[in-house]
T-cell receptor
Framework: DAGITQSPRYKITETGRQVTLMCHQT?????MFWYRQDLGHGLRLIYY?????ITDKGEVPDGYVVSRSKTENFPLTLESATRSQTSVYFC????WGQGAEAFFGQGTRLTVV | DQQVKQNSPSLSVQEGRISILNCDYT??????FLWYKKYPAEGPTFLIS?????DKNEDGRFTVFLNKSAKHLSLHIVPSQPGDSAVYFC??????????FGEGTQLTVNP
């Protein structure tokens, strides 16, 4: 299916565990992003990538790791999950340039207990 | 430092009336602005955008106004419909494709 998909949709993990959220897009967009949505904060950028093998930090990168070995995939790893990382995570992609809006996945609801 | 702010967490309007959602920004380098709509358990979807070279952009029932001197933009929905009930996010972008979002406004349109 064309578009951007995230997996899993829901995840419960324990404090201290490593967990990876997956994101896959079929448009070959250059840019990919990870956001987290928290009440009162809106959508905050965690990491983004301008192209394969190019990643950069966003507003709230601490505790997260990303990689982008292929254009279509952009996994987000929580190295040692903490309760403060309980959130809804959204992956997005866009093409380069002004006018290129970002397209979002359905989100992953992560609960750290 | 919140560069994009939506000061109203919620807004309630009657069906058929106008909904006005507001957004303020602080970064003068922002040159492109977007509104996204989000339903529960779904990802945000793009609604409408405006370049900094314009002061108005219209798409059907949706109009976005940009006041650069005040660093303020607004989204007008006329007429409002119950299906418009959602969270609306304002977003802004400087050079490149990195978007900065506001906190969101929950719009409820009552039948």
């Amino acid at each position: 299916d064309a578009g951007i998909t995230q997996s899993p949709r829901y995840k419960i993990t324990e404090t201290g565990r490593q967990v990876t959220l997956m994101c896959h897009q079929t448009w070959s967009h250059s840019y990919m992003f990870w956001y987290r949505q928290d009440l009162g904060h809106g959508l905050r950028l965690i990491y983004y990538s301008a192209a394969a093998d190019i990643t950069d930090k966003g507003e709230v990168p601490d505790g997260y790791v990303v990689s982008r070995s292929k254009t279509e995939n952009f996994p987000l790893t929580l190295e040692s999950a903490t309760r403060s990382q309980t959130s809804v995570y959204f992956c997005a992609s866009s093409e380069w340039g002004q006018g290129a809006e970002a397209f979002f996945g359905q989100g992953t609801r992560l609960t750290v207990v | 430092d919140q560069q994009v702010k939506q000061n109203s967490p919620s807004l309630s309007v009657q069906e058929g009336r106008i909904s006005i959602l507001n957004c303020d920004y602080t970064n003068s380098m922002f040159d492109y602005f977007l509104w996204y709509k989000k339903y529960p358990a779904e990802g945000p979807t793009f609604l409408i955008s405006i370049s900094s070279i314009k002061d108005k952009n219209e798409d059907g029932r949706f109009t976005v106004f940009l006041n650069k001197s005040a660093k303020h933009l607004s989204l007008h929905i006329v007429p409002s419909q119950p299906g418009d009930s959602a969270v609306y996010f304002c977003a802004a972008r400087a050079s490149g494709s990195r978007l900065t979002f506001g906190e969101g406004t929950q719009l409820t349109v009552n039948p």
